[in-house]
């Protein structure tokens, strides 16, 4: 059950991630590339995770890698807010 959840997550990120990437192409502000690549750096740490043979999430490196996805997502917040339109 759990390879599972860890699945279905993995296919949200990678979904939402294609989302974010489809306003990119239609507007090219990279606010949206930002949280497309995200999106995609959670949903590979998730298919690892999955596929390793961990079953504590509570590794220091699954969290860097959360720590990254998420500084992306601060990173894109923060630079749409400073720059001028």
Sequence with gaps: ???MMVGAIAMAC????LFFL???KKTRDRFFLFF???FFV???NRIVFG????QDEHEPLIYLVRFLSF???LFAIVDKNRRKT
């Excluded at 596929?51 to 961990?54: E, G, V």
């Design 1 to 3: 059950m759990n390879e």
């Design 14 to 17: 990678f979904v939402v991630g």
């Design 22 to 24: 489809r306003f990119w």
């Design 36 to 38: 497309s690549v995200s």
């Design 42 to 44: 959670e949903g590979v």
């Design 51 to 54: 596929l390793s043979n961990q």
């Design 71 to 73: 500084g992306l997502i």
